[in-house]
């Protein structure tokens, strides 16, 4: 079942990425989904989409010209370097 999941996600990757649920995802998951090298999505949406998952995360406002220098260090620190 898991297979098959990860297959249907890969194949169409926007019913998860444009999921109101795909804030919550553990970082485990989005590491396996991004190894796997074999979304079928523009790698700028990717991106996006990891950008709004980790601002979720840090719980830190998606207009980056209100960031604090505190801001950005916790979304590089906690989130960016995960996915590199």
């Known amino acids: 079942m898991w297979n098959f ?3 249907k996600i890969c194949e169409v ?3 998860l990425f444009n999921s109101d649920k795909f ?3 553990k970082a485990l998951f989005l590491e396996l ?7 079928y999505m523009d ?3 990717i991106w ?9 995360q840090q719980n830190v406002n998606n207009d980056q010209t209100n960031w ?6 916790k979304v590089r620190d906690h989130c ?3 996915f590199l």
């Open 33 to 39: 989904l991004l190894k796997g090298d074999d979304l």
């Open 23 to 25: 804030i919550n995802l």
């Open 80 to 82: 960016i370097d995960l």
């Open 48 to 56: 996006e989409s990891l950008l709004k998952w980790c601002f979720t």
């Open 68 to 73: 604090s220098k505190d801001d950005i260090t």
């Open 5 to 7: 999941c990860l297959e």
């Open 43 to 45: 790698e700028i949406e």
């Open 13 to 15: 990757p926007k019913i």
